[in-house]
Nanobody, 119 residues
């Protein structure tokens, strides 16, 4: 059974930092691209960052320089280090695993973790 379990969310003051974790199980983690998405109230879900199975990373423009995505294939875990947090970063953050095998797309989501940036 595939599971993606996010943790590390919470309340943080503007300018603060948080590290989110996503523990994966039930699939071959190292072969999947892992991503973080977020969804703020009243807004569509948006991509935050992605790390490929080879370790290449890409970020949404507003997160560049503030967020860092990484993965530990031994622990089957992907991380999102967030710094210089702004009120606009308040959202539910979701972990995603994706891979295409023989033209079939495998796409898994976690349940999300709330991040609230407020003084």
């Amino acid at each position: 059974q595939v599971q993606l379990v996010e943790s590390g969310g919470g309340l943080v003051q503007p300018g603060g930092s948080l590290r989110l974790s996503c523990a994966a199980s039930g699939f071959t983690f190292s072969t999947y691209a892992m991503s973080w998405y977020r969804q703020a109230p009243g807004k569509e879900r948006e991509l935050v960052a992605v790390i490929t199975s080879a370790g290449s990373t890409n970020y949404a423009d507003s997160m560049k320089g503030r967020f860092t995505i990484s993965r530990d294939n031994f622990k089957n875990t992907v991380y999102l280090q967030m710094s210089s947090l702004e009120r606009e970063d308040t959202a539910v953050y979701y972990c995603n695993a994706r891979r295409s095998i023989l033209r079939k797309e495998y796409d898994y989501w976690g349940q999300g973790t709330q991040v609230t940036v407020s003084s």
